[in-house]
């Protein structure tokens, strides 16, 4: 009989306190997103500074987007760059998604910065390219929403970019038997998405890049896609 998949999701972020009521947490966002309705699922606040004694406690770990710059120098990024370091050497698989993708950038080496071409926002697609047997077919595009400054600007040796865009050259990279991360949101939803884009509208961002995003919602997104990958590439099937 197979057992049922662990999922550990580590907490960097949270919504907006208005909008958590809502549109839930970043770790139920992921729970939706990913659809394993016969998988268990336990969450760690890393920024609080709350982390798994052993990465072995799940069988994949998701590391979850973030306000925060993983260059910001908080007490509790250094850990959770280590935690990243301890999955790869046992051989636990993660996914990282936006501050995720750019903190297992970071601890494996890579740089990341604010990018000089500005906000990410709406609808993003990215191309995939080189990419790996070991994920399947590629999609014909990554479709997601977006919302980041910060980018990954150098890749760590031994990572691998496998979707770009004009706009995000390192949109999706692959680490070899460990990891696939992506920049853009592929766990927000469209109405969580609107929301986040008007509360922050007039302060954080102008009003124009605000109706700028709005007007990209209705495109379509291929979020079940990435998600389908994930199940079926990146977690080890149990017995």
Same mark, same amino acid.
């Given at each position: 009989?197979?057992?049922?998949?662990?999922?550990? *999701?580590?907490?960097?972020?949270? !919504?907006?306190?208005?909008?958590?009521?809502?549109?839930?947490?970043?770790? +139920? +966002?992921?729970?939706?997103?990913?659809?394993?309705?016969?998988?268990?699922? *336990?969450?760690? =606040?890393?920024?609080?500074?709350?982390?798994?004694?052993?990465? /072995?406690?799940?069988?994949?770990? &998701?590391?979850?987007?973030? /306000?925060?710059?993983?260059?910001?120098?908080?007490?509790?990024?250094?850990?959770?760059?280590?935690?990243?370091?301890?999955?790869?050497?046992?051989?636990?698989?993660?996914?990282? *998604?936006?501050?995720?993708?750019?903190? *297992? =950038?970071?601890?494996?080496?890579?740089?990341?910065?604010?990018?000089?071409?500005?906000?990410?926002?709406?609808?993003?697609?990215?191309?995939?390219?080189?990419? !790996?047997? =070991?994920?399947?077919?590629?999609?014909?595009?990554?479709?997601?929403?977006?919302?980041?400054?910060?980018?990954?600007?150098? !890749?760590?040796?031994?990572?691998?970019?496998?979707?770009?865009?004009?706009?995000?050259?390192?949109?999706?990279?692959?680490?070899?038997?460990?990891?696939?991360?992506?920049?853009?949101?592929?766990?927000?939803?469209?109405?969580?998405?609107?929301?986040?884009?008007?509360?922050? #509208?007039?302060?954080?961002?102008?009003?124009?890049?605000?109706?700028?995003?709005?007007?990209?919602?209705?495109?379509?997104?291929? /979020?079940?896609?990435?998600? /389908?990958?994930? #199940?079926?590439?990146?977690?080890? &099937? #149990?017995?």
């Amino acid at each position: 009989m197979t057992k049922p998949p662990v999922i550990g *999701i580590l907490e960097t972020g949270r !919504p907006p306190e208005d909008l958590a009521p809502e549109h839930g947490n970043y770790p +139920m +966002m992921v729970q939706d997103w990913l659809d394993l309705p016969e998988a268990k699922f *336990i969450s760690f =606040a890393a920024l609080d500074g709350e982390l798994p004694k052993d990465p /072995r406690m799940a069988d994949l770990w &998701v590391i979850t987007g973030s /306000r925060f710059g993983v260059y910001e120098g908080h007490p509790w990024i250094a850990p959770l760059e280590g935690f990243v370091r301890a999955c790869r050497d046992a051989g636990v698989p993660m996914v990282g *998604i936006c501050f995720g993708h750019q903190v *297992i =950038a970071q601890a494996l080496g890579g740089d990341v910065g604010k990018s000089d071409k500005g906000w990410g926002l709406g609808v993003h697609d990215y191309a995939p390219h080189d990419w !790996p047997d =070991a994920l399947g077919q590629a999609p014909e595009k990554i479709a997601i929403q977006a919302y980041h400054q910060d980018q990954v600007l150098a !890749p760590p040796d031994g990572a691998k970019t496998i979707a770009s865009s004009d706009f995000c050259d390192h949109a999706a990279l692959w680490y070899p038997g460990f990891a696939l991360t992506v920049q853009g949101h592929p766990e927000f939803g469209k109405p969580y998405t609107q929301a986040l884009l008007e509360s922050r #509208r007039g302060t954080i961002l102008k009003p124009e890049q605000v109706d700028a995003a709005q007007a990209s919602m209705g495109r379509n997104v291929n /979020r079940d896609q990435l998600a /389908r990958i994930v #199940r079926d590439h990146l977690l080890p &099937v #149990r017995s």
